[in-house]
């Protein structure tokens, strides 16, 4: 489906251009370079405590019609020394976007992010998780899709038709980010009998009121989140076999700013995996500006995740409170610091991030993160990934 799908988009790009189309293309993107450091051992021997990695995201635009039309493509790369699932490509992006008045028409492979929330995006659904990036799931697959955006004094509408699932990645046998029994990716099921080749579909209104912004929308297709359940390969190995189902999904998300403050809510209800369920998260955000009559900006960070489901629910979201602080130097190197605290309120454990970046003259920067899980309980989803403690340093050369 996604290869009948590229070969359409083409085959539509090519119908919108004459001979007489000027490109003025432009080129941007980095080069980064990555070390991992995992101070303790996996939960397998043949998991590495180190790994060095390469990555290349390349940027090419261009417009023409006096920028009615144009192309966005971005494709990814990555080198892993330790793990080969880890060493991978995509295209993150791929778009023709033609824009008129009132509305617009994207389509390709996109990303597109929905949600508010600072430590557990809950709404975002449209784009499939590149797990194997990273394990706050932030990293995400270019969807295929058309994409019609209607846009009004009163909100803008979005319509989405989503041919092609993707699936998600996942570390190899000799990567972290895993639990014992290893995912099994050959052994996927899927609800829909037409499997990744069924298509999705989406409807999302937006628009503000005064201080607030809100989005709410309705998803239905295939879940980018699975469910897994114990399998047992030719070899008598015991593995986790990803399954797929087919689900209903409305969800909110809402924006407040009043002065200093930032109110945030996030909620959805999912139909379709499992029980009918309900889950939310809201908090706040408040700026100290100028700390001690310095350049510097403190946010204060609050946010509580609820689900229905309780401690039965495949999400480490489901009665937990995050504390942090933001840290912004105003500085010409764009420093920043984001630190933070998990708080799992049914078994005690606590998952720790520090995230800090700062540039270097003018085409470089640095990128740090450190994540941390004490006291995890045995029920607990993030359980099976206690031992994945990590340190991250990246080196990006941007052009």
């Not at 990036?133 to 990293?139: R, S």
């Not at 480490?316 to 504390?323: C, G, H, Q, R």
């Not at 984001?338 to 920067?365: C, H, M, P, Q, T």
Request: hydrophobic share 40%; net charge negative; aromatic share 16%.
């Amino acid at each position: 489906m996604v290869n009948i799908f590229f070969k359409v988009f083409l085959a539509f790009l090519t119908l919108n251009l004459t001979p007489s189309t000027a490109f003025e293309m432009e080129v941007s993107g980095n080069l980064g370079a990555e070390f991992r450091w995992f101070p303790n051992e996996g939960t397998v021997n043949s998991m590495p405590q180190e790994s060095l990695s390469i990555s290349f995201t390349p940027e090419f635009y261009s417009s023409w019609d006096d920028g009615k039309q144009s192309i966005l493509f971005v494709p990814f790369l990555r080198y892993d020394d330790q793990d080969s699932r880890r060493s991978h490509g995509d295209i993150r992006e791929l778009s023709y976007i033609y824009s008129s008045r009132n509305w617009e028409l994207r389509t390709g492979f996109r990303k597109v992010f929905w949600g508010v929330a600072e430590s557990n995006h809950l709404v975002d659904i449209i784009n499939q998780s590149d797990a194997v990036e990273n394990n706050d799931l932030e990293d995400k697959l270019g969807q295929p899709m058309v994409n019609l955006a209607l846009i009004q004094d009163w909100g803008t509408i979005d319509f989405f038709v989503l041919p092609g699932f993707r699936e998600r990645t996942y570390s190899g046998k000799h990567g972290r980010f895993q639990p014992s029994f290893r995912f099994d990716k050959s052994a996927v099921e899927y609800q829909s009998a037409a499997e990744d080749k069924h298509v999705d579909y989406a409807i999302r209104y937006s628009t503000y009121i005064d201080v607030i912004d809100f989005g709410v929308y309705h998803f239905w297709g295939t879940s980018r989140e699975p469910r897994f359940k114990p399998n047992v390969s030719d070899s008598g190995q015991v593995t986790l076999a990803p399954v797929y189902d087919l689900i209903h999904q409305s969800g909110l998300d809402l924006q407040a700013t009043v002065e200093n403050w930032l109110f945030k809510f996030e909620f959805l209800r999912r139909q379709g995996q499992g029980s009918t369920y309900m889950a939310g998260v809201g908090g706040f955000e408040y700026t100290i500006v100028g700390v001690f009559e310095s350049a510097l900006d403190l946010g204060l960070l609050s946010e509580y995740h609820w689900d229905e489901r309780g401690e039965t629910s495949s999400s480490p979201f489901n009665n937990d409170l995050f504390l942090g602080g933001r840290l912004a130097f105003n500085d010409s190197s764009d420093s920043q610091v984001l630190a933070g605290v998990l708080s799992d309120l049914n078994n005690y454990g606590y998952f720790f991030n520090i995230e800090a970046s700062r540039r270097f003259g003018s085409y470089w920067k640095a990128e740090v993160e450190f994540r941390l899980l004490v006291d995890t309980g045995k029920i607990d989803p993030f359980y099976p990934f206690r031992h994945d403690d990590v340190l991250q340093i990246e080196l990006l050369r941007y052009f």
